[in-house]
Every structure is written in C-alpha cells, then in structure tokens.
C-alpha cells in the first residue's frame, strides 16, 4: 500500500474518548460511534473532504440507518463545521489529510525528477529494440550473406520532420491520461498550469510527447515487419545458396534452399532489415 493513495485517513485510537464522541454515544449508543466513522469515510472520498448537508438523506440510506441519526451526528455536538455552501466537514479530519496531502504532494514532485530518470531509460531500451541482433563474424553457425554481412547487420533509420506531423498527440491526450481518475476540476488544474508556462507542467508534457513519438516510431516499425511480403527473399541468395521458398512461422520465418538445405533461426526483423539494405545497396 506505501506510495499509493488508496483512501487512507488517520484513525486515533483513542477517539472513543473524545467528549464530543462520548455525549453522541450517550444519546445514540454504539450505533453514534458507527455513522460518525462512516462518514468521515465519506468525507475522505470527496473533493476538499466535504458533503453537501441536502444530501444527507443518501447517507443515512447508505448506512442503513435514519435521516435523524444521521442529522444529529452531523448537526449537532461539534464534531462537524458547515461552510457557507452549506458543506459540512470534519475540522479534525482536513487537519490530518492535509499532512498527508503535503506528504503526497512532494512525492509526486520528487517523481516528475526521477521520471526524467526512467525516462533516459526507457530511450535507452528503445534505443536498443533498434539495434539489430549482432552475429560474430567467426561464428560459422551463422549465416552469412553474399557481401559477407550478417542477415541482421543494422539498418540506419532516419527520423525526419515528416515524425512529428505523421504523429500528433495533444495536449488534450496528455491531460486525459495524466489526469486519469482524477477529478475534473485537477484536470482544470493542469490546463491552467499549461496555459501559464509552468515549467514543471510543460517538462512533464514534453517528456510525455517525446514517449509517444517513441512508441509510434517503434510500432510502424513493427508493422512494416510484419505485414511485409517475405516471399520477395524468393531467388536471393544467402552464402551461394537460392531461397526456393519461405514459410511464416509467427516471429520467424523458415528459409527453403536451392541445395536441399533450410534454416528456422532467422527472425522476421533480421530478414526484413537485411532486405532493406540490399535494396538500399542496388538503388
């Protein structure tokens, strides 16, 4: 449960004695002690932990009681305020959410600074995912190709300008999934920090962007392997042998050769780079 906020609220144990606690125990019994704890329940589930005292009816359904058990606990022995919105709340409980939400809110900022951190990370494996598989030139039980190159040797890939108008994600995405579970008026919140340049928002944003431009990158890519047509490898030739055939085995595909022999090992993405850079050499 540490470093997620999953409605946690302070419970003192010794609340049973407190004075305003004990005078609703005399008058209403245990059953006092019962609605006052499941409303602060209630409260801690809410914007600013208050509720609206015209709803007090839905409470009392909720907790299985009468409107006039309900109504003497929140009305009545000091153990709730009422704002001018007519809002109750518990004076207590803010106080010792507003730790908590202190505490919360540091969290949060000292994980947008290691965010930056996983963030390098994360290019590096993108990175990496780029990086074709590396044969030892002196491994014989790797193929090797007519110009001597491994069926995986690296392709460059070049990113353009074309990126950044082929893949558009809002601002309006971000806040939809960094605001997600949140409550409308956070997401307000954030847009308003947006619009005024701040710069831990707009950190946050770029940093967002930049993932998804990865993402993209990284799924075209994987789409172009496995939609493309590995029966064009028909007639090339791999160490003086002819691909006769090829046959898709899900993330590899088999090679079929002129002399009687096969080869199950190469993956799709070694033989479609490897493709691409024949095709780059006879352009």
């Not at 609340?15 to 209403?28: G, T, Y």
């Not at 995912?129 to 590396?134: G, S, T, V, Y």
């Not at 040797?153 to 999934?177: A, F, M, P, R, Y």
């Not at 307000?188 to 947006?194: D, E, P, S, T, V």
Request: proline fraction near 3%; aromatic fraction near 12%.
């Amino acid at each position: 449960m540490a470093g997620k906020d999953v409605g946690y609220f302070p419970h003192y144990i010794n609340a049973r004695n407190d004075r305003k606690l004990r005078k609703a125990r005399l008058q209403l019994g245990i059953e006092a002690y019962a609605i006052y704890f499941m409303t602060l329940e209630v409260l801690r589930e809410q914007k600013e932990y208050k509720y609206p005292i015209a709803d007090l009816d839905i409470l009392s359904d909720d907790f299985g009681t009468t409107l006039q058990k309900v109504q003497v606990i929140v009305l009545n022995y000091g153990l709730f305020d009422i704002d001018p919105n007519e809002q109750f709340f518990s004076p207590a409980q803010k106080l010792a959410m507003s730790k908590f939400d202190r505490i919360k809110e540091i969290n949060r900022l000292k994980g947008i600074k290691s965010g930056e951190a996983r963030r390098k990370k994360l290019i590096g494996q993108v990175n990496e995912l780029k990086q074709l598989e590396n044969f030892s030139q002196d491994d014989s039980t790797k193929p090797q190709f007519s110009n001597g190159s491994s069926p995986v040797e690296q392709v460059s890939k070049k990113v353009s300008k074309e990126v950044n108008k082929k893949h558009t994600h809002t601002i309006d995405e971000w806040l939809d999934e960094y605001c997600l579970g949140k409550t409308p008026a956070y997401r307000a919140y954030m847009m308003k920090q947006i619009n005024e340049q701040d710069p831990i928002a707009i950190k946050t944003y770029n940093d967002w962007y930049q993932l998804q431009i990865e993402q993209d990158l990284k799924n075209e890519e994987q789409r172009k392997i496995d939609t493309f047509d590995y029966n064009l490898l028909v007639g090339m030739s791999i160490n003086n042998r002819v691909i006769e055939r090829t046959v898709d085995a899900g993330s590899t595909i088999h090679l079929f050769f002129d002399d009687g022999t096969y080869d199950y090992s190469q993956s799709k993405k070694s033989l479609y780079d490897w493709y691409q850079l024949k095709q780059e050499e006879t352009a």
